[in-house]
């Protein structure tokens, strides 16, 4: 029997919270709270009331008619489950993150209001059945992300905004002619159903090929290939939530996810190697990965420095798509999930540091770690992980990425990934030198004091939770029903049709 209601309520679960929250005034800081926790909860309960039904054969699927040939369809396949496990989670750990890094700033009921509306956008992203859908929702994700990020109000925050709405409305406006142009092609096209394109490779190979590079570059936007990707550390003026919701779960992982939709379930993985699109999209995947990790060697403010780091992590995802390889398309699923998850552990941290020592700089934070063990703790977790050292997540990651790279013939890919965990090196293990083993050289200011721990309760226990999630991914990677066993199905899947 098809459920058909559970998926708008997941969706509504954000949704419904972030409009209330914009009737509430300023001061009634407990009902806000009550609000935020309560949706971040409820969204986590139904993607695992979802989750369990999917394991035992329940069909989720809602479609609602918006126009001859437009229909709004929200369904769970694996890949949408994976997504959508992933954001609610994360969403639960940053809401709780951002009620404690926020507590006594002015505008939070503008800020959770419209952070609430980001989880919306990027939970329908996950659930879209069709490439419509899918569209409605990723520009949404712009429009709600566009106030977190300007939400300082300084100058230098307001001139960040303009150039992230300068990238993503300019992508957001090429996906839209791709999108439109699928449609006069062939019409309303579901996820998965791959054929009607194919059908047409023959006679309009050509335009398919174009059709092809115009929707990657759609979304090479927000998923930060070179060199598409400069308003991402541009947009580190925003607080530290922000930052961490952009580089783990939103904007940046709504790119990826639509690579992941159009590689495998618009085109096919055999269309794509036939048209020849995969070899140059995993060169390009390279030159970025390469490109964002010497810019971070570069960066002394550590959240640019993570930005960076981004930029070259998530090409990591990209490099498995089109790999060409079974294996490989593992390693990028389980890299979605790892990344998202380690980099958090990384925003989170340099939100502490921030705000409890008011220090922005790498050369600012000798001997940090004496005074913030816990937190610099949890850094080196991730940025461990990053690395791809075992037996943090990370290197789950590499190893199937690099594993796919030898099935494939592709031997070069293991010459980049081995460059990149170089360079990711050379620019992580400095600031743990720096943090756990140079003498500081003046005494610090602190900024917000904690009673009873190194910082506030809510702005640690996150970072705490996800550091040791990243160890947990890492250790029991093989585990029955792990992220590493559900991304070897969806893999399986997406070869064997």
């Excluded at 085109?267 to 971070?296: C, H, K, N, W």
Aim: glycine share 10%.
């Amino acid at each position: 029997m098809e459920n058909t209601w559970l998926l708008p309520l997941i969706v509504g679960s954000s949704l419904v919270p972030g409009v209330l929250i914009f009737f509430l005034r300023e001061e009634q800081t407990v009902w806000r709270t009550s609000l935020n926790l309560f949706g971040a909860l409820l969204k986590v309960f139904l993607v695992g009331v979802v989750l369990v039904g999917y394991f035992r054969g329940e069909i989720y699927a809602f479609r609602y008619e918006l126009g001859v040939g437009l229909e709004l369809y929200l369904r769970v396949d694996a890949l949408a489950l994976l997504f959508a496990t992933l954001s609610s989670i994360l969403w639960l750990v940053t809401t709780l993150y951002a009620i404690g890094y926020l507590e006594g700033t002015p505008y939070r009921r503008r800020f959770f209001g419209f952070f609430s509306l980001c989880v919306t956008a990027s939970t329908g992203i996950a659930l879209a059945g069709n490439v419509v859908t899918f569209f409605i929702f990723y520009e949404f994700l712009t429009l709600a992300t566009y106030p977190l990020v300007v939400h300082k109000g300084t100058e230098q925050a307001l001139q960040a905004g303009r150039t992230y709405l300068c990238y993503t409305i300019g992508g957001g406006t090429v996906l839209f002619v791709g999108v439109v142009w699928l449609h006069v092609l062939v019409g309303a096209v579901d996820f998965g159903d791959t054929g009607r394109l194919a059908s047409l490779v023959e006679d309009q190979g050509g335009q398919i090929f174009l059709l092809f590079w115009v929707l990657i570059l759609g979304l090479g936007v927000k998923a930060a290939l070179f060199p598409l990707h400069g308003w991402l550390p541009v947009a580190m003026v925003a607080p530290a939530p922000v930052s961490a919701l952009l580089h783990a779960v939103a904007v940046v992982k709504a790119g990826v996810f639509g690579i992941f939709r159009v590689v495998y379930d618009v085109f096919g993985v055999q269309m794509a190697e036939d048209l020849g699109v995969l070899l140059p999209l995993a060169v390009l995947a390279a030159i970025t990965i390469i490109y964002g990790s010497l810019r971070a060697l570069a960066q002394d403010d550590l959240k640019r420095r993570l930005a960076y780091s981004t930029v070259s992590q998530l090409s990591y995802i990209t490099l498995g798509v089109a790999s060409s390889s079974m294996l490989a398309s593992v390693g990028a699923l389980v890299h979605m999930v790892n990344q998202g998850v380690m980099k958090i552990t990384l925003f989170f941290c340099a939100g502490i540091i921030i705000e409890v020592l008011g220090l922005l700089k790498v050369s600012q934070m000798a001997g940090i770690g004496r005074r913030l063990p816990l937190t610099m703790t949890a850094f080196t977790i991730g940025a461990l992980g990053m690395i791809g050292l075992p037996p943090i997540a990370g290197f789950i990651s590499k190893w199937y990425l690099g594993l796919g790279g030898l099935e494939a013939g592709h031997a070069w890919i293991i010459v980049i990934l081995l460059t990149s965990s170089a360079l990711n090196a050379a620019y992580f293990l400095p600031i743990l030198h720096t943090v756990w083993f140079e003498t500081p050289e003046e005494k610090w200011v602190t900024k917000r004091r904690s009673r009873y721990f190194e910082a506030p309760w809510t702005l640690l226990f996150p970072a705490l939770v996800t550091a040791l999630i990243a160890v947990v991914l890492g250790l029991f990677a093989a585990g029955p029903y792990s992220i590493l066993e559900l991304s070897k199905a969806i893999a399986g899947g997406w070869y064997s049709r």
